[in-house]
C-alpha cells in the first residue's frame, strides 16, 4: 500500500491561473480530508469528502475553491483565478471509516506557489 | 468553536533532558485529542492518541480535562526526536481535525 498519494508534489502559478491539486487515498479509504498550511501556521481544515459527496466544507474559501471526489479516480482540489495569497502547502488526509480511534493518514503534500 | 493552543513555536533541549511540549485546547464537548509528528521530508504521522492511553517512542500524553491541556512528554529526549509536533483535536459528529501551529523540537547532542 503506497500510502496517500498527491501530486504534483510542487506546483508554480501565475495569478490569474487555475491549480489542480490531486489526492489519492490510500487502498480501500473512502473519506478524504483537504488541508491547508500557511507559511509559519498549522494545518487549516479546508472540506471533508466521501466517495462522490462533500460532508463538511466548512473551512473552504467561499469563492474560487472547489473540491470533488468522484466514483472513479483521485480527489481534486481546484483554485481558480490564483492569488498570491493561496500559496501554501496543501495536505490530504484518508481514513477507512469515521468514529471513534480512526487514524488520518497524510500525504506528502502539495506546495503551491503563486508568482 | 473549537482551538488547539501551542504557545512555544520551539523548544531546544539537549540529549537526555526531559521534554515536554505544550498543547492547551477549548471545546465545548467530549474531545478527541491526537499528536503528530512531522520528521524532516517526511509526511505528518501520528504518534499518539489520548484514547489509546499508550507510549510511542518513549512518549506519553495524558488528557487533563481539568486544565484542558495535552501535554506530550518524555523523560529522555533522543536526538532523532527532532521534528515538528503537532496537537490536534476533533470532536462529537465532527471528524476533521483542527490543528495547533505546531512545535519545533531540536535535541542537540
Known amino acids: 500500500n503506497a500510502g496517500v498519494m498527491q501530486n504534483p508534489r510542487h506546483l508554480v502559478r501565475r495569478r490569474g491561473q487555475e491549480a489542480r491539486l490531486r489526492c489519492s487515498p490510500m487502498?480501500?479509504?473512502?473519506?478524504v480530508y483537504w488541508y491547508r498550511q500557511l507559511p509559519e501556521e498549522g494545518l487549516k481544515f479546508m472540506v471533508y469528502?466521501?466517495?462522490?459527496?462533500?460532508?463538511?466544507e466548512s473551512g473552504m474559501p467561499k469563492e474560487r475553491f472547489s473540491a470533488e471526489f468522484p466514483k472513479e479516480g483521485p480527489s481534486i482540489l481546484r483554485i481558480q483565478q490564483v492569488v498570491r495569497g493561496d500559496s501554501a502547502a496543501y495536505f490530504c488526509?484518508?481514513?477507512?471509516?469515521?468514529?471513534?480511534?480512526?487514524?488520518?493518514?497524510f500525504g506528502q503534500g502539495t506546495r503551491l506557489t503563486v508568482v | 468553536a473549537q482551538r488547539v493552543t501551542q504557545p512555544e513555536k520551539l523548544l531546544s533541549v539537549f540529549k537526555g533532558a526531559p521534554v515536554e511540549l505544550k498543547c492547551n485546547y477549548s471545546?465545548?464537548?467530549?474531545?478527541?485529542l491526537f499528536w503528530y509528528v512531522q520528521y524532516s521530508r517526511q509526511r505528518l504521522q501520528l504518534l499518539l492518541r489520548?484514547?489509546s492511553r499508550e507510549s510511542i517512542k518513549g512518549f506519553t500524553a495524558d488528557l487533563n480535562k481539568g486544565e484542558t491541556s495535552f501535554h506530550l512528554k518524555k523523560p529522555f529526549a533522543q536526538e532523532e526526536d527532532s521534528a515538528m509536533y503537532y496537537c490536534?483535536?476533533?470532536?462529537?459528529?465532527?471528524?476533521?481535525?483542527?490543528f495547533g501551529s505546531g512545535t519545533r523540537l531540536q535535541v542537540q547532542p
Open positions: 488526509a484518508s481514513s477507512s471509516r469515521t468514529g471513534m480511534n480512526t487514524e488520518a493518514f
Open positions: 487502498k480501500g479509504h473512502s473519506h
Open positions: 469528502l466521501q466517495k462522490e459527496n462533500i460532508i463538511d
Open positions: 471545546y465545548s464537548g467530549s474531545p478527541e
Open positions: 489520548h484514547i
Open positions: 490536534a483535536l476533533t470532536g462529537t459528529g465532527r471528524r476533521a481535525l483542527t
